[in-house]
């Protein structure tokens, strides 16, 4: 598996890149009312409107700091109904770039009910490094009102 490295409060985390369109810089997000601190905002994206979760905001109840390694990293996400909508990963650290050396993921043995998208981990020599799991990033009652069916 190939991944898209990035930290949350200095610690690796992970990203399978098959879910993964695109990493772009940090932009300025329109916010939105009435939603979770972890939705960052929306932003325009090839000509349609993406919700932003912050990563850092998520995992560890504070925002994303702007750096200049701070980036969106445009994911594929599927609504109820299994249609594709794309979703913007506000993460910090992520000019880290792509590992394919991972090495033997395993589970944590711990279980994370209120952060079921927290994968298997990879030890490594200088760490290790935690997958998030994409699908299960957004609750399926917020999932429903970010996105909403036409």
Same mark, same amino acid.
């Given at each position: 598996?190939?991944?898209?490295l990035f930290?949350?409060?200095?610690?690796?985390y992970?990203?399978?890149?098959?879910q993964?369109?695109? #990493?772009?810089? @940090?932009?300025?997000?329109? %916010?939105?009312p009435g939603?979770?601190?972890?939705?960052? $905002? /929306?932003?325009?994206?090839?000509g349609?409107?993406?919700?932003?979760?912050?990563?850092s905001?998520?995992l560890?109840?504070?925002p994303?700091?702007?750096?200049?390694?701070?980036?969106?990293v445009?994911?594929r996400h599927?609504?109820?109904?299994r249609t594709e909508?794309v979703l913007g990963?506000? #993460?910090?650290? @992520?000019?880290?770039?792509? %590992?394919?050396e991972?090495?033997?993921?395993m589970?944590? $043995? /711990?279980?994370t009910?209120?952060?079921?998208?927290?994968g298997?981990?990879?030890l490594q020599r200088?760490?290790s490094v935690?997958?998030l799991?994409?699908?299960r990033l957004i609750?399926?009652?917020?999932?429903a009102r970010?996105?909403v069916?036409?």
């Open positions: 598996m190939t991944v898209l930290e949350v409060a200095r610690q690796r992970g990203l399978d890149v098959s993964i369109i695109e #990493v772009v810089p @940090a932009v300025r997000l329109r %916010s939105i939603v979770p601190p972890y939705v960052a $905002g /929306i932003m325009q994206y090839r349609s409107l993406a919700p932003v979760l912050d990563v905001q998520l560890c109840g504070t994303a700091t702007p750096r200049f390694s701070t980036r969106l445009m994911v599927y609504t109820t109904s909508r990963l506000l #993460v910090e650290r @992520a000019t880290q770039g792509v %590992s394919d991972l090495g033997d993921l589970s944590s $043995g /711990i279980a009910p209120d952060q079921p998208f927290l298997k981990i990879a200088d760490g935690q997958l799991t994409v699908e609750p399926e009652e917020l999932r970010l996105f069916e036409s």
